[in-house]
């Protein structure tokens, strides 16, 4: 089955500076990849997501890549703030099935 | 608020008790998707119904059981419970046509503590 490798598990950036997750997936045929932003004892938040025939999509300071070759996709945050930490995780299903998930990433943005 | 509703908030039960979780997914979603959320294992997928329909099936314990009623809330039913099953559990659902629309949106969990 499909298996999603998130790195790295924790980032620590100071207010203002970039902040970037990356995730690889072993299944080539997952063709959809969306990324969550989980606050402590919260719901996992669809913040951003790209299917397979897209290579990067933005929505103001988050943007994500794809590269289906290498089977990798990332998360951008810009000019993060202190409201951006949280653990983001990204995910990969196929048509409309099960997300499998990555490890996390626990993101602190130190003001 | 994603509109997905999950009820109870929390649950503080015993070893060996049975307990139901309950789902009911944004109005018109047909898929419900159960997921697993402790500290070690991550977010596991348990297992998905389409339109009253069991449509896959992830790393569901025997213990475990689901099911979607007709008017498409679903339960998610422990029994047998162990301390490992001290997690928050996921319900997400999607939208009207499986396939077409593959955005899942979560519901606010419950978290289960076994004693």
């Known amino acids: 089955g499909e298996n999603v490798e998130q790195h790295p598990s924790t980032l620590s950036v100071q207010e203002g500076d970039s902040a970037v997750i990356k995730c690889t997936y072993s299944?080539?045929?997952?063709?959809?990849f969306p990324w969550y932003k989980q606050e402590l004892g919260k719901r996992p938040q669809l913040i951003i997501d790209?299917?397979?025939?897209?290579g990067e999509k933005k929505d103001q300071r988050i943007a994500v890549t794809l590269n289906k070759t290498a089977k990798h996709f990332s998360l951008h945050i810009t000019e993060t703030q202190p409201e951006d930490s949280a653990v983001y995780f990204c995910?990969?299903?196929?048509?409309?099935?099960?997300?499998?998930f990555g490890g996390g990433t626990r993101v602190l943005v130190k003001p | 608020d994603s509109g997905v509703t999950q009820t109870p908030k929390h649950l503080i039960t015993a070893t060996g008790q049975r307990v139901t979780l309950r789902c009911s997914p944004r109005?018109?979603?047909?898929?419900v998707y159960w997921y697993q959320q402790s500290l070690d294992q991550g977010l596991q997928f348990l297992i998905q119904?389409?339109?009253?329909?069991?449509?896959a099936k992830g790393n569901i314990l025997e213990r475990f059981s689901a099911q979607q009623f007709p008017d498409l809330h679903s339960e998610l039913n422990l029994s047998s419970l162990e301390l490992g099953d001290s997690a928050l559990y996921f319900c997400?659902?999607?939208?009207?046509?499986?396939?077409?629309?593959?955005?899942?949106?979560f519901g606010p969990g419950t978290r289960l503590t076994v004693l």
């Open positions: 997400a659902s999607s939208s009207r046509t499986a396939g077409v629309k593959n955005e899942q949106f």
């Open positions: 299944d080539s045929a997952s063709n959809y």
């Open positions: 790209i299917r397979s025939n897209v």
């Open positions: 995910a990969a299903s196929k048509g409309g099935n099960k997300l499998t």
């Open positions: 109005s018109g979603d047909l898929s």
């Open positions: 119904y389409y339109n009253g329909e069991e449509r």
